[in-house]
């Protein structure tokens, strides 16, 4: 039997050391590196090639968010687990759209963990059961509301153009110099943008590109 | 010497249970552990243990809890409170000391330490 070959990415020791631990105590799971900061992840997984990556997001030098950016674009076969005590829709929706597959909390039980390991290890997707409903409950507010489809019609090329870049994390600045348009430009897009669609916040626009499937699952 | 015996508090599972393994493997005594405060507290005063860890994320939000535990081990020479905090990688001794976490050992040396022994 082939084991799931997995990296552990958190800068806390205990966590980390702990974690190693509960997998490694697992028949069909190997640990095959570990990292304590975002850079450490990207050299460790261009390394070790594992199947999985769970991933801290709050870390030194580079943050696990950048870090699966990084590691989608070069290594888009490597499932990404993000394994947080942070529940904010901000961290969620952002972590799906820079590619990972999957969101577990540290207050889940480990069973949890083995559990998501197992299933983006074969290309699913892992959701925490608390983050999943606010997903699927905010999904269903919207198609319930009939907004979805006609406010997204009403939205220019440009302003698409403009979400899409926001939702992947780009600021003002970096989109207007893709666009070649001035950052006070992108700030009217954006503000047309957010009231077209009744959106008041980043987290909500990120969102909203998730649902729409404007993110490539690399960017 | 003996090695004190602990009590484990968390707020989260995950990390309940990893510092669970991580005793095991040193040889610690875990008499119990528990992710609800009241529950916990409950436990360590039947339990009497001479370690109470417990990891929390945010220290506000902790403080009744840690005022409780304080109240529990006061006047006790030989019981400590060890507090770990995740976000700030720290172990926070009550009352007596606060060493900054690099490693495992860190952790089983605050439990071990010559003064908590009974």
Do not use: W
């Amino acid at each position: 039997m082939n084991k799931i070959r997995v990296v552990i990415a958190d800068d806390h020791t205990i966590v980390r050391e702990g974690v190693r631990l509960l997998l490694e105590a697992q028949p069909d799971i190997e640990v095959v590196g570990e990292a304590a900061d975002g850079r450490e992840a990207i050299a460790v997984i261009r390394e070790q090639h594992p199947d999985v990556a769970a991933m801290d997001i709050q870390m030194p030098n580079l943050n696990g968010l950048d870090a699966t950016r990084a590691i989608k674009q070069e290594s888009p076969q490597v499932q990404i687990l993000v394994l947080t005590m942070y529940e904010s829709d901000e961290y969620f929706f952002q972590t799906l759209a820079a590619g990972a597959s999957g969101y577990v909390l540290k207050k889940a039980a480990s069973a949890d963990l083995m559990t998501a390991i197992r299933a983006v290890s074969q290309g699913n997707v892992f959701l925490y059961p608390s983050v999943a409903r606010r997903l699927v409950s905010d999904y269903l507010t919207r198609v319930n509301a009939g907004e979805e489809q006609g406010s997204y019609d009403g939205l220019t090329a440009r302003e698409r153009e403009v979400l899409k870049l926001i939702a992947e994390g780009h600021t003002n600045q970096s989109i207007a110099e893709k666009l070649v348009i001035s950052p006070s430009t992108v700030q009217t897009h954006r503000t047309r943008i957010m009231h077209r669609l009744n959106l008041q916040t980043r987290a909500e626009l990120i969102q909203y590109a998730v649902r729409k499937g404007l993110l490539d699952s690399a960017s | 010497m003996a090695l004190p015996r602990v009590y484990l508090i968390c707020v989260n599972r995950l990390v309940c249970e990893a510092v669970t393994m991580l005793l095991r493997r040193e040889g610690i005594e875990l008499l119990g552990m528990d992710t609800d405060t009241e529950t916990a507290l409950a436990q360590v005063r039947a339990l009497n243990p001479e370690v109470v860890l417990v990891e929390s994320g945010d220290e506000d939000t902790e403080a009744n809890l840690m005022l409780a535990l304080a109240q529990l081990v006061s006047g006790k020479d030989h019981r400590r409170v060890i507090r770990l905090g995740l976000a700030d990688k720290e172990l926070y001794i009550y009352h007596q000391e606060h060493r900054r976490l690099v490693d495992v050992q860190d952790l089983v040396a605050a439990i071990c330490a010559d003064d908590v022994s009974a």
